[in-house]
């Protein structure tokens, strides 16, 4: 059974840094690309980043590009989510989220339960 | 960037009714769209994945058609875990989605 475990979540101020991480089990980590999707209180889901399963591929949206770094650890079953200089508008529930093959293909087939993070003064 | 405009925002039925959920895109987007369903505090899982193929593990009373701009969920006859939000999402260029429909107990 496919299992990810956000953490890293919390109060942060603006400007501040975090750094979320993704553990995950029951599947062959370094075969999928993987991905963070993020959702604000009462709000729908948008796509943050991806990256291909040999990390040899970034995407960002433009909300958060250059601001935002995806990295994963495939020796760990690992993925982070550095996010810098942070908002008021990036408080969300960020969702780690495994793409269906190794090249990001944005069909995002299983998904960890999130961690919140919260960006205020 | 292409948007999707999912309607009705709200739908409300009953436990055995069936339910048509809407997704329209703002240009083509072949048949690379997915359905996911959100129940409240939870992670949203995939139904459908290039229009209409079930992912693994979901009912038959949930399938999707359409192409091109215009796409539909169905769910046949609905159960009461059924009631959730549903979102629709392209990737045949990047990848956005739909702003959700909320299916609610009538």
């Known amino acids: 059974e496919v299992q990810l475990l956000e953490s890293g979540g919390g109060l942060v101020q603006p400007g501040g840094s975090l750094r979320l991480s993704c553990a995950a089990s029951g599947f062959t980590f370094s075969n999928y690309a993987m991905n963070w999707v993020r959702q604000a209180p009462g709000k729908g889901l948008e796509w943050v980043a991806g990256?291909?399963?040999?990390?040899?591929?970034?995407y960002y949206a433009d909300s958060v590009k250059g601001r935002f770094t995806i990295s994963r650890d495939n020796s760990k079953n690992t993925l982070y989510l550095q996010m810098n200089s942070l908002r008021a508008e990036d408080t969300a529930v960020y969702f780690c989220a495994k793409d269906h093959a190794a090249a990001a293909v944005w069909l995002f087939d299983s998904w960890g339960q999130g961690s919140l993070v919260t960006v205020s003064s | 960037e292409i948007l999707l405009t999912q309607s009705p925002a709200t739908l409300s039925l009953s436990p055995g009714e069936r339910a048509t959920l809407s997704c329209r895109a703002s240009q083509s987007v072949s048949n690379d769209l997915a359905w996911y369903q959100q129940k409240p505090g939870q992670a949203p899982r995939l139904l459908i994945y290039d229009a209409s193929n079930r992912a693994t593990g979901i009912p038959a009373r949930f399938s999707g058609s359409g192409s091109g701009t215009d796409f539909t969920l169905t769910i046949s006859r609905l159960e009461p875990e059924d009631f959730a939000v549903y979102y629709c999402?392209?990737?045949?260029?990047?990848?956005?989605f739909g702003q959700g429909t909320r299916l609610e107990i009538k």
């Open positions: 990256l291909s399963s040999s990390s040899y591929s970034t």
């Open positions: 999402q392209q990737r045949s260029s990047w990848n956005t």
